[in-house]
C-alpha cells in the first residue's frame, strides 16, 4: 500500500542510528542511521540507508536501483547508464526494453506538464536572473528590472535520475509510470508572446533532456526577434554532452542552468539521494568553463537545501571551496527544508543553522551567497 507524506511542521523525532545506536532528533527514522557513521563507517551505514531507497521506490513499482543486465540495452542519457532488461525498464521509469528497442518517451514525446508563472516569480534564480532583476537588459531582459506583465512558461518532468529521500515534489512518481505522453508541439504551442522564459524541472529534467533540448529549439526558432531565454533547474546528472547542448541554449538566449548540489560528500550523498555526485560535480565544473562567454546574467547558479542533521557547515564549506574555485562570483543559495516524502519526521532548518552555513560559505570566498526560504526557519 502507498504510503502518503505531509510533512511534520517541524517537531523533530528522536530516532536511532541502526549502525551505533545512538538516538537523537538529528537522525531520520526512515534512513536509519546518522551523519558520523555514514561519513565514517559508510560500509556499514549505506546498506541501511540504501534500504530505505528500496522501500521508496517499490511503492511507487520503480527498479530498485538501476539495471545492468549485460544483455540490456543501454541507456546514456544520464549518470545511471542502464543496461535494461528485455520487459524491463530503466532507474527513472521512463524507457522500457519491447522487443530489443526503447519505447516510452522520444524527443518527440514526454511526460510532464506545465504552468504560467507571472514574473517576477519565486524560482531558485530570482534573486539573479534576467526575469527577475532585469540583468542582461536590453539585450536578454524586456525591462532593467522585474519583469513585471510577463510569465516564465514552467515545465515540470514527471520523472527522476535521483531518489531523494526529502524530495519536495514526491508526488511526480504517481504520474512517472502513467502510459500517457505529450508532444512536444503541445507544449511548444504554449509560449506565447508574454512568454520570457522557459524553465525546466521537476522531478528532474535530465532523463528526458533530449525532449527539452527539442521543445527548447522550436520554441526558439518560432520566437525570432524576441526574448526568450531558456533556462533549466537540474541535479546535473545528464550526459556531458547533453550539459553541452543546455549550456549553448541557456548562453545565447539569456537563460541560466541552476544545479542542486545536495552534498559534497559522496557517501553522504549516495544515502540521501541514492546516487553518485560525481557527475554532477563534473557537469558543473564543465558547464563553468563557459562562464566567461557571457557573465551576465549570470550562466551558472547553485543551491543546497539545508537538511536537518545531514547536510552541515562541513558540507557547505566543501561546496563553495568547489563552487569558488571554478568562479567565486557564481550565486549560491542555501534553502530551508521542510520535512516531506520518507524524511517528513525531520525538523526545520533552525536559524542559526543557517546563518552558521551562509558565513562558511563566505569564509570560502563566495561573493554573491545568500539563504533562501527564510520563512520556514525554525
Known sequence: MLKMWHGDTGKGLMAECKLCSIASNDISKELGVCLKCIRERPMGALPIAMLAHSRSRTAFGLPEKPPKDPQGILCKICVNECRIPENGMGYCGLRKNEGGRLTGISPEEGKLSWYYDPLPTNCVGDWVCAGGTGAGYPEYAYCSGPEYG????????????????????????????????????????????????????????????????????????GKKGRILRICWETNGSMHPGLLDEMTKLALSSGGCIKFDLKAWDDNLHMALTGNTNKRTLENFSRAGEKIGLRPVPPLLIANTLLVPGYIDE??????????????????????????????????????????????????????NVRIGNVHLLA
Request: overall charge negative.
Open 150 to 221: 510577463y510569465k516564465n512558461l514552467a515545465v515540470f518532468f514527471h520523472a527522476c535520475s535521483f531518489n531523494c529521500l526529502y524530495c519536495q515534489n514526491w508526488q511526480f512518481r504517481k504520474e512517472t509510470l502513467e502510459p500517457h505522453t505529450t508532444s512536444v508541439h503541445e507544449l511548444v504551442s504554449d509560449v506565447d508572446e508574454k512568454t520570457s522564459c522557459i524553465c525546466y524541472f521537476g522531478g528532474d529534467p535530465a532523463p528526458q533532456t533530449p525532449f527539452a533540448l527539442r521543445a527548447s529549439r522550436l520554441a526558439l526558432e
Open 314 to 367: 562541513a558540507e557547505i564549506k566543501n561546496i563553495a571551496r568547489f563552487i569558488s574555485s571554478i568562479d567565486p562570483d557564481i550565486p549560491y543559495s542555501m534553502l530551508a527544508f521542510y520535512p516531506h516524502f520518507y524524511m517528513s519526521d525531520m525538523p526545520l532548518t533552525e536559524k542559526v543553522m543557517a546563518l552558521r552555513c551562509l558565513e562558511a560559505a563566505r569564509e570560502e570566498g563566495l561573493k
